[in-house]
Antibody, heavy 120, light 107 residues
């Protein structure tokens, strides 16, 4: 059974940093692209970032580009999101998402999310 | 950046009725479009990938169609558990975006 377990969320002041982790199990991690998707309270879904199976191609949404960094450690089956210079509008539930095997498109497994709150 | 527009914003229907949800892209995404269902307090669930393929375990009453810029999700015979919010998502050159969602609620 595929499991994605996010951690690292919490309360942080504007301008601060957080590092989210997503521990994956139940599948061969290093053959799937992975993504982060967020959802602000009461709002819709927003794509944050994706990276390929090797981790050497990374992609970001316009609202986080230059502030967030996605990475992965295939030896630890773990996905990361380093979030710097956080803003109030980054407050959201952050989901870790496993892609279908490329070139198929769709996120077929989602974690339960980790909550990030940016507030003074 | 490709913008997805979903219509209607809200669809009020009764169990047993047919639901037709639309997703339109600001430019062609070929068939790189997925549909998700989200219920309150839950993570989204993949329904349709590559515009028209049902994901594993998804009932046959869910179907997707379209290519290029216009896509449709059809729920042929609404069950009580289908009342939820539905999102489309596109991928173009690895960049992605979601539509704003369509809420399907009970009439």
């Amino acid at each position: 059974e595929v499991q994605l377990l996010e951690s690292g969320g919490g309360l942080v002041q504007p301008g601060g940093s957080l590092r989210l982790s997503c521990a994956a199990s139940g599948f061969t991690f290093n053959i799937y692209a992975m993504s982060w998707v967020r959802q602000a309270p009461g709002k819709g879904l927003e794509w944050v970032s994706s990276l390929n199976k090797a981790g050497d191609d990374t992609y970001y949404g316009a609202s986080v580009k230059g502030r967030f960094t996605i990475s992965r450690d295939n030896s630890k089956d773990t996905l990361y999101l380093q979030m710097d210079n956080l803003r109030a509008e980054d407050t959201a539930l952050y989901y870790c998402v496993k892609d279908l095997r490329f070139p198929l498109f769709g996120g077929d497994s989602w974690g339960q999310g980790t909550l990030v709150t940016v507030s003074s | 950046e490709i913008v997805l527009t979903q219509s209607p914003a809200t669809l009020s229907l009764s169990p047993g009725e047919r639901a037709t949800l639309s997703c339109r892209a600001s430019q062609s995404v070929s068939n790189s479009l997925a549909w998700y269902q989200q219920k309150p307090g839950q993570a989204p669930r993949l329904l349709i990938y590559d515009a028209s393929n049902r994901a594993a375990g998804i009932p046959a009453r869910f179907s997707g169609s379209g290519s290029g810029t216009d896509f449709t999700l059809t729920i042929s015979n609404l069950e009580p558990e289908d009342f939820a919010v539905y999102y489309c998502q596109q991928r173009s050159n690895w960049l992605r975006s979601f539509g704003p969602g369509t809420r399907v609620d009970i009439k």
